[in-house]
């Protein structure tokens, strides 16, 4: 058993070793994530890399409250492990993504999350700004061209602070960290979750979903999408694309999983680049 994992369940959890297996280690990019069973009883299990402040635990209870998150069991601020119960679910797959019955439902929850309200705050544009700081000061090569994608980037900072829709928003909806479970939906991980422009989760969802999923999207969310709708969820899958780039950069000066994130990073600055124009 993992030496992490074995001291969080007899030291933190003081759960019996011998009542407890091992069902699943999760993926995770930047956490260690378990299935377990104590006492024939399955739980969720993150083992955390850096400690946590108290805002995501509350965020989580809210959530689970109103019937959006799985129930919190146990929450440590000091090391950022903890245990929720276990949501027997799966993730959507690409079809049911852009599917009607899943957008409903989807948009439901949305709605409910971005109706809530924490004590932190979250602005792309500022993460943005830091990360490419970061990339220069690691001698991580960005393309030749960003400038001019930091000059678009500018253009759209200035549209959408002085056009703010405000809610306290999950931050990384992709398509792991939702569960669907039988007539019902639930998002996990909130490790980013803050106050922002839920924009920024609409436009998320949408980077995965084909052009009709997009437009029933924001019908679903807003009943009667107008061009300023439109606009801002353009400019905000700019912004989500420009934030995943330079994380993926960022990602690769210390990879250890096979997956390529500097040829990810470089595949998304390239897809800005040919194909977002600001009219």
Not at 228 to 253: D, G, I, Q
Request: hydrophobic share 35%; with cysteine.
């Amino acid at each position: 058993m993992n030496l992490k994992l074995n001291d969080f369940i007899l030291k933190e959890l003081n759960f019996n070793i011998n009542d407890v297996s091992i069902k699943t280690k999760l993926s995770g990019l930047n956490n260690e994530c378990y299935k377990i069973e104590y006492l024939n009883t399955p739980y969720f299990i993150r083992i955390c890399n850096k400690s946590k402040d108290m805002e995501e635990k509350n965020i989580i209870k809210i959530c689970a409250q109103n019937n959006i998150a799985p129930r919190l069991l146990y929450y440590s601020a000091a090391s950022g492990n903890m245990v929720t119960e276990w949501i027997n679910g799966h993730m959507p797959n690409e079809r049911e993504f852009s599917s009607i019955g899943f957008i409903a439902d989807l948009t439901t929850k949305l709605k409910t999350l971005h109706s809530l309200k924490c004590c932190k705050h979250f602005n792309p544009f500022n993460e943005i700004k830091e990360s490419l700081l970061l990339c220069e000061k690691n001698q991580l090569q960005l393309p030749t061209f960003i400038n001019i994608l930091i000059d678009k980037l500018k253009t759209i900072e200035y549209f959408c602070l002085e056009n703010m829709d405000i809610g306290l928003c999950h931050n990384d909806l992709n398509p792991s960290n939702i569960l669907i479970t039988g007539n019902d939906l639930y998002f996990i991980d909130y490790e980013f979750s803050a106050i922002g422009d839920i924009f920024y989760d609409l436009a998320t969802l949408s980077w995965m979903m084909n052009d009709e999923g997009k437009e029933n999207l924001l019908k679903f969310y807003f009943h009667k999408p107008t061009n300023y709708h439109y606009k801002k969820l353009a400019y905000y899958l700019y912004v989500v694309k420009f934030w995943n780039a330079c994380w993926s950069l960022l990602k690769s000066k210390d990879n250890t999983s096979t997956y390529d994130y500097k040829k990810g990073a470089e595949m998304i600055f390239q897809d800005l680049w040919q194909n977002y124009s600001l009219d």
